[in-house]
Structures are given as structure tokens and as C-alpha cells.
């Protein structure tokens, strides 16, 4: 599937951007601060008009 998605746009490399990496999360407020990105990311990029949705 994915060749054929480079084949049909002329692309190269990676389709949905860079590839996954994952960190540990050792302590609370990271935790915290990691699900608060989360969850208020849609809202920055006004995906959605609050983060109850």
C-alpha cells in the first residue's frame, strides 16, 4: 500500500511524517504535563472547540 502511495504522489520516505519513537515516563508530572499535551493538542490546532470533545 505504501509503495503504491509513493508511486501514485512521486514520494519518498515517510507518509504520516516522522517515525514513532516513545519516552518513558518515570514520575507524576510528567504524566501529568504528557496528558495534558494530549489532550489539549486538538483544541490548539482548533480542531475542536474545547477539550471535552
Known amino acids: ?8 504522489h ?3 520516505g515517510p507518509v504520516f511524517g516522522d517515525r514513532y ?3 518513558v ?3 507524576d508530572a ?5 496528558l495534558r ?3 489539549m ?5 482548533r480542531l475542536v472547540s474545547g477539550s471535552a470533545e
Open 21 to 23: 519513537r516513545s519516552e
Open 10 to 12: 512521486r514520494r519518498v
Open 1 to 8: 500500500m505504501i509503495r503504491g502511495i509513493h508511486r501514485l
Open 37 to 39: 499535551y494530549i489532550h
Open 30 to 34: 510528567y504524566f501529568l504535563g504528557a
Open 25 to 27: 515516563i518515570e514520575d
Open 41 to 45: 493538542n486538538p483544541v490548539q490546532a
